[in-house]
């Protein structure tokens, strides 16, 4: 047929002869994910939608008059987590951190929650979303939905006035979510700072406070300029593509943030109070001292030299360990339990302990799982970063020839070989440059792009020309 004996004219024959599309993802068979479930685990999620029980019932604390405020981006299929706040009498603020309740449709070791194990997580690509639950229990019942009565965990804080936390507690509650914003219609509404928003405006200060005291801990900034796209119509040959660049330091971003970690350090403390065994998460402090790279602009230069130097993460399942990343004293992931299977369990062994049952699993069960699941989670991460970066490569290869792009200097490799950050695309690549050291600015035109090949190259275009 006058093709090459390849793997990649192999896959043009088949797309040429309407096999595959276009466009197809390789990952997901080279992978073998599945992104369907079988009938049993289908027919059991049927029957708990239809009967939606509820062993915590009697137990649900009635929230349902706080303000609630739901972020996400804005086709977030899944609502695990909400927030409200207060201001106390005695001027301290109060934050909620609300999540969805899953495991009050689940038993530990069920059907649904062996198939969550083995998925790890939910998968979200440009193309399609694979949850870690059938779609109509994950995207429905489990989920948070706006102006509904939803069950759910939730997690309040009292902080000090340096954003330490003063006092904490945990219970089942039902909330009535008011609002389901997006990130950019959040920065807005604190923008526009209304009176009747003054919930929102203390949420801000909270997070605010916590970053402070964060920081006074030796926290370190990570925060990036990160990519989404979404692709409509996948299968067709010229699908379109919505590309949406994040920056990390948005205001809404930064308040969810805080606030997750909130979560995630009271729970901690909840599970170490309550000798309760819990996958516990730390990162122990880099040798080389946060201050090192004080000199460099704030922003993603600076957040990638800092990322360079952190050492492995760690986990223990008996005790907190200290998180020097994010400077608090121990972390727990509790905020995506329909999303994220660890976190699952965390909430299998907390409300264990507010029923006053003992926890369902040791910490050696709970290592084994968590072993279990994070290996699907790598293969999850490893399919999102491929299918971004396709996305990317096919939404630079549609731009007009000759398009300049501002880009971010990161870092040198070797001599002035140096890795950029395209600012207005979100994707980093590497070229020559001629002057200028990290943290500058300068200016790239796009040579080549293919796609598939996974090829980009760009070419620095000098002062002189851009004038």
Same mark, same amino acid.
């Given at each position: 047929?006058?093709?090459?004996?390849?793997?990649?004219?192999?896959?043009?024959?088949?797309?040429?002869?309407?096999?595959?599309?276009?466009?197809?993802?390789?990952?997901?068979? *080279?992978?073998? =994910?599945?992104?369907?479930?079988?009938?049993?685990?289908?027919?059991?999620?049927?029957?708990?939608?239809?009967?939606?029980?509820?062993? !915590?019932?009697?137990?649900?604390?009635?929230?349902?008059?706080?303000?609630?405020?739901?972020?996400?981006?804005?086709?977030?299929?899944?609502?695990?987590?909400?927030?409200?706040?207060?201001?106390?009498?005695?001027?301290?603020?109060? =934050?909620?951190?609300?999540?969805?309740?899953?495991?009050?449709?689940?038993?530990?070791?069920?059907?649904?929650?062996?198939?969550?194990?083995? $998925?790890?997580?939910?998968?979200?690509?440009?193309?399609?979303?694979?949850?870690?639950?059938?779609?109509?229990?994950?995207?429905?019942?489990?989920?948070? %939905?706006?102006?509904?009565?939803?069950?759910? =965990?939730?997690?309040?804080?009292?902080?000090?006035?340096?954003?330490?936390?003063?006092?904490?507690? &945990?219970?089942?509650?039902?909330?009535?979510?008011?609002?389901?914003?997006?990130?950019?219609?959040?920065?807005?509404?604190?923008?526009?700072?209304?009176?009747?928003?003054?919930?929102?405006?203390?949420? %801000?200060?909270?997070?605010?406070?916590?970053?402070?005291?964060?920081?006074?801990?030796?926290?370190? !900034?990570?925060?990036?300029?990160?990519?989404?796209?979404?692709?409509?119509?996948?299968?067709?040959?010229?699908?379109? &593509?919505?590309?949406?660049?994040?920056?990390?330091?948005?205001?809404?971003?930064? /308040?969810?943030?805080?606030?997750?970690?909130?979560?995630?350090?009271?729970?901690?403390?909840?599970?170490? !109070?309550?000798?309760?065994?819990?996958?516990?998460?730390?990162?122990? %402090?880099?040798?080389?001292?946060?201050?090192?790279?004080?000199?460099?602009?704030?922003?993603?230069? *600076?957040?990638?030299?800092?990322?360079?130097?952190?050492?492995?993460?760690?986990?223990?399942?008996?005790?907190?360990?200290?998180?020097?990343?994010?400077?608090?004293?121990?972390?727990? %992931?509790?905020?995506?339990?329909?999303? *994220?299977?660890?976190?699952?369990?965390?909430?299998?062994?907390?409300?264990?302990?507010?029923?006053?049952?003992?926890?369902?699993?040791?910490?050696?069960?709970?290592?084994?799982?968590?072993?279990?699941?994070?290996?699907?989670?790598?293969?999850?991460?490893?399919?999102?970063?491929?299918?971004? $970066?396709?996305?990317? /490569?096919?939404?630079?290869?549609?731009?007009?020839?000759?398009?300049?792009? $501002?880009?971010? /200097?990161?870092?040198?490799?070797? !001599?002035?070989?140096?890795?950029?950050?395209?600012?207005?695309?979100?994707?980093?690549?590497?070229?020559?440059?001629?002057?200028?050291?990290?943290?500058?600015?300068?200016?790239?035109?796009?040579?080549?792009?293919?796609? *598939?090949?996974?090829?980009?190259?760009?070419?620095?275009?000098?002062?002189?020309?851009?004038?």
């Amino acid at each position: 047929m006058g093709f090459a004996r390849t793997s990649s004219a192999a896959l043009k024959l088949l797309i040429n002869v309407g096999y595959f599309p276009v466009h197809v993802n390789l990952d997901l068979f *080279r992978y073998d =994910v599945q992104t369907t479930y079988t009938e049993k685990v289908l027919s059991v999620a049927e029957e708990l939608l239809v009967d939606c029980p509820d062993s !915590d019932k009697h137990v649900r604390k009635d929230l349902s008059n706080l303000r609630v405020y739901a972020i996400d981006v804005d086709e977030a299929d899944e609502l695990d987590d909400a927030l409200s706040a207060t201001r106390l009498p005695d001027g301290r603020i109060k =934050v909620w951190i609300h999540v969805a309740d899953p495991t009050c449709f689940l038993q530990p070791r069920s059907i649904l929650d062996r198939e969550a194990m083995h $998925r790890g997580t939910s998968i979200f690509l440009p193309t399609a979303t694979f949850p870690m639950f059938p779609e109509r229990l994950a995207m429905n019942a489990m989920s948070l %939905q706006q102006g509904t009565d939803c069950r759910s =965990v939730s997690v309040s804080v009292i902080l000090h006035p340096d954003g330490s936390i003063a006092e904490y507690s &945990i219970e089942n509650s039902v909330i009535k979510p008011t609002y389901m914003l997006t990130y950019e219609g959040a920065t807005e509404l604190l923008y526009m700072n209304l009176e009747e928003e003054k919930d929102l405006r203390i949420l %801000q200060e909270a997070a605010s406070i916590r970053a402070q005291w964060r920081r006074s801990q030796g926290s370190i !900034d990570t925060a990036m300029i990160e990519p989404r796209i979404k692709v409509a119509n996948p299968d067709d040959p010229e699908p379109n &593509i919505n590309l949406y660049v994040e920056d990390q330091t948005n205001p809404a971003m930064q /308040l969810v943030s805080e606030m997750m970690i909130l979560c995630g350090e009271a729970v901690a403390a909840f599970g170490s !109070d309550n000798n309760i065994p819990l996958p516990y998460r730390g990162h122990p %402090q880099s040798n080389t001292a946060v201050s090192a790279f004080a000199y460099l602009p704030e922003g993603p230069a *600076r957040s990638v030299a800092n990322i360079s130097v952190l050492r492995a993460a760690e986990m223990d399942f008996r005790k907190p360990v200290a998180h020097g990343v994010l400077g608090i004293p121990g972390y727990v %992931q509790f905020t995506s339990p329909i999303r *994220r299977y660890v976190d699952l369990l965390a909430h299998y062994q907390v409300k264990a302990f507010l029923r006053g049952e003992s926890p369902p699993y040791s910490a050696g069960d709970l290592e084994g799982m968590t072993f279990i699941a994070s290996m699907h989670v790598k293969v999850a991460r490893k399919l999102h970063s491929n299918s971004l $970066r396709y996305w990317l /490569l096919e939404y630079l290869r549609r731009q007009p020839k000759g398009r300049k792009y $501002r880009a971010l /200097l990161l870092k040198f490799i070797k !001599d002035r070989m140096a890795t950029l950050l395209l600012v207005d695309v979100g994707i980093q690549v590497t070229t020559v440059v001629a002057a200028g050291k990290v943290g500058d600015e300068a200016s790239v035109v796009v040579e080549m792009v293919h796609p *598939r090949d996974d090829i980009l190259s760009v070419t620095e275009i000098a002062q002189d020309t851009e004038e």
